[in-house]
């Protein structure tokens, strides 16, 4: 008997272990519609468990593919596929716990902080602003990753 018992706590310790790596959902907006053929290879969030987990997202319109010509627009276009994403997985920006901003001009850093502390209200969550020479879409200035937690 008390093999069988430990038989079993052994097979639901498994069960529990195979769950856990289950339980990775993509998260994408249903207002997106189906990616194109022509789409990123990677999902714009993961939720596992409580904890979403959302790519870089640029300022480019979802639909359309177009970068705004103006800075604070286009970084407005980028807070808004985030908040689609957190919306998406039942949050919103109070749920974002760390932030990570690639600016490809440093420059632009105030202007950056102007637009982000407009949307994202206090207590705001922790962020590191990194200045790259490049992002991988031509032409954007910004991209923007967060992780949230419900």
Not at 106 to 133: C, F, H, W
Request: neutral net charge; proline residues 7%; glycine residues 8%.
């Amino acid at each position: 008997m008390g093999k069988f018992i430990t038989l079993a706590i052994v097979l639901l310790g498994l069960f529990a272990a195979l769950q856990r790596h289950e339980g990775r959902v993509v998260i994408r907006p249903a207002e997106w519609g189906a990616p194109g053929p022509n789409a990123p290879i990677f999902s714009p969030g993961i939720l596992r468990g409580d904890t979403l987990y959302v790519s870089g997202e640029i300022g480019a319109d979802v639909h359309t593919g177009k970068i705004p010509e103006d800075f604070e627009t286009e970084m407005k276009t980028c807070l808004a596929n985030i908040q689609s994403i957190l919306k998406a997985a039942n949050m919103d920006y109070s749920n974002i716990d760390s932030v990570q901003v690639y600016l490809t001009d440093m420059d632009l850093y105030k202007r950056m902080n102007e637009v982000y502390s407009s949307v994202i209200q206090p207590p705001r969550p922790a962020r590191v602003t990194v200045g790259v020479t490049r992002l991988a879409i031509p032409g954007t200035h910004v991209e923007i990753s967060v992780i949230a937690n419900k």
